[in-house]
């Protein structure tokens, strides 16, 4: 076995190439392309800006979790956490798109499940757990 030099720039080139990273699902880790607002397939997202109907619009299928607080518009449960989680694709409203919400702050938790129905996310009510 041929020793190298590991100052050798090309050396340290193909090293780097060959490590796993966080935006690189070919070397083993997840897509660059699974992101809500800055997230990853956990998707650690302020998104106080959305409403939690409105999340499937920007994630892919997968776990988020959303911040809400008075900034979060026509909402009504206060600040906290929306963790969302999504069967299919972005913005899809087929009968696959099914999602479960829930909803942590203000000392409540709360639930609610949304369906495609191919036109738009039919919600159910958000209910206590």
């Known amino acids: 076995m041929e020793k190298i030099n590991i100052t050798d720039v090309n050396v340290i080139e193909l090293l780097r190439e060959s490590l796993p990273t966080a935006t690189n699902e070919k070397k083993g ?3 660059s392309d ?13 998104i106080m800006d959305t409403h939690p109907d409105d999340y499937y619009l920007y994630t892919r299928e997968g776990i988020m979790i ?5 900034l979060t518009p026509n909402w009504t449960l206060g600040g906290g956490c929306v963790v969302h989680c999504q069967r299919d694709t972005i ?8 999602i479960f919400q829930l909803f942590f702050g203000g000392s409540r938790v709360k639930f609610r499940y949304g369906a495609g129905n191919y036109t738009e996310i039919i919600w159910g009510e958000w209910k206590d757990l």
Do not use: E
């Open 29 to 31: 880790l997840l897509s």
């Open 34 to 46: 699974n992101k809500v607002k800055g997230g990853l397939l956990l998707f650690p997202a302020s």
């Open 66 to 70: 959303g911040i809400t607080s008075g």
């Open 91 to 98: 913005g899809s409203v087929t009968t696959s798109q099914m």
